[in-house]
């Protein structure tokens, strides 16, 4: 029995591993003490950094973050603010992305417009002016194995010999009106004072690392998604009428499109990838064909190829004006046309032609936010 139980235990604990892509090593984090490892990564700044770049810091902080992840991102501001606050007294800061973009889920981008290749990093860096080097190490995630963060974000603070001194939250709370203790800024101010550092390990708290080796769950994830029903229904200027009033509570994304409409054809996929992104929380997408009643089969076929498992109508009148003038008197009519509805019917995004997906989803974003972090 015994045996039996041995067994199960194994043949369990190596599905477990199968199904959830863990890494077959394990990872063990940096203790303290311990030297900083070197790295040789490329930046979003189209340069290489490695350790002797920062070798005249009196202290240095390497930081693992992401681009997806909203506790992350919730302490950017911190971030750069400790940069400002800390470089005239010789610290240095530099951030390592360790997700392996592959090893990401659709449904893991409902709070971020970008994800973590380092093409997205170097938007996002932008985007908010980050004023410290950011890394990426994905797709191997060598560096940050030797690392070992548990979460992003996490800190590691090392004096002017490069020995760790400090690991693990920034500070104790991710809603910084909230935060009692500053952690990494006492942790730096101790060290710059040449004193000892009581407490110089905390737990973190954030979003898992997505080690290499997760492809293959994605890949499962992606083929369920694939499976999902797709289906069709007419919808006469009533409906219409009510789409646009908008009573759901959700943001509704609508978009008018048809299948001879070269440009509707080209954007419906970056739809398609933002309703999976975002329809796990308060979203909905909705797509609208513009089509005759009678084209419903190839309708139904378009939406098929490209998985679109969401609300999809089409106009139920033979009178496209009719329709059209349901939904928006003023529409004029030409396609792709496309909104972004708050819960009480507000617009929030409206575009006659192709739409820019960043820019829609950082409005999904921005409009998604909760109290979370204020």
Not at 59 to 76: D, K, M, R, S
Not at 143 to 163: C, L, N, Q
Request: proline share 6%.
């Amino acid at each position: 029995m015994n045996r039996l139980l041995l067994s199960l235990a194994i043949s369990c604990s190596f599905l477990a591993c199968s199904l959830f892509g863990e890494p077959a090593e394990t990872i063990q984090t940096l203790p303290l003490g311990a030297a900083a490892p070197d790295f040789n990564l490329p930046g979003v700044d189209g340069r290489n950094y490695s350790l002797k770049d920062f070798a005249k810091a009196k202290a240095l902080v390497v930081a693992f973050i992401c681009n997806h992840c909203p506790t992350a991102q919730a302490y950017e501001e911190r971030l750069k603010k400790l940069v400002v606050d800390y470089q005239a007294k010789g610290v240095a800061l530099v951030a390592i992305s360790p997700n392996d973009p592959k090893s990401v889920r659709l449904d893991e981008l409902g709070y971020t417009d970008l994800s973590d290749s380092l093409e997205e990093m170097k938007i996002r860096a932008s985007h908010k002016k980050y004023n410290f080097p950011y890394l990426y190490d994905g797709e191997e995630s060598k560096v940050s194995k030797v690392y070992g963060p548990t979460a992003t974000p996490h800190v590691f603070i090392f004096d002017a010999e490069r020995k760790l001194r400090y690991l693990g939250r920034i500070d104790d709370s991710e809603r910084e009106g909230l935060v009692k203790v500053h952690d990494a800024r006492n942790a730096l101010d101790t060290l710059l004072a040449g004193r000892e550092i009581k407490i110089g390990k905390t737990n973190t708290f954030g979003c898992s690392i997505k080690w290499p080796g997760k492809e293959e769950p994605v890949k499962r994830y992606m083929a369920a998604l694939a499976a999902e029903p797709v289906t069709v229904v007419l919808a006469d200027a009533q409906v219409l009428s009510k789409l646009r009033q908008n009573s759901s509570g959700k943001l509704r994304l609508v978009n008018f499109w048809a299948t001879w409409c070269g440009p509707c054809i080209t954007e419906f996929p970056d739809l398609v990838k933002i309703n999976r992104s975002f329809r796990h929380r308060a979203f909905e997408l909705v797509t609208v064909a513009a089509n005759f009643p009678d084209e419903k089969n190839a309708v139904l076929a378009f939406l098929q190829k490209n998985q679109a498992a969401t609300q999809n109508l089409l106009f139920a009148d033979t009178d496209k004006y009719k329709s059209m003038a349901a939904f928006d008197p003023e529409w004029n009519g030409a396609l792709p046309y496309t909104l972004l509805l708050g819960p009480k019917g507000e617009v929030l995004y409206q575009m006659q032609g192709p739409i820019d997906p960043l820019e829609v989803k950082r409005i999904i974003v921005k409009s998604l936010k909760e109290d979370r972090f204020d």
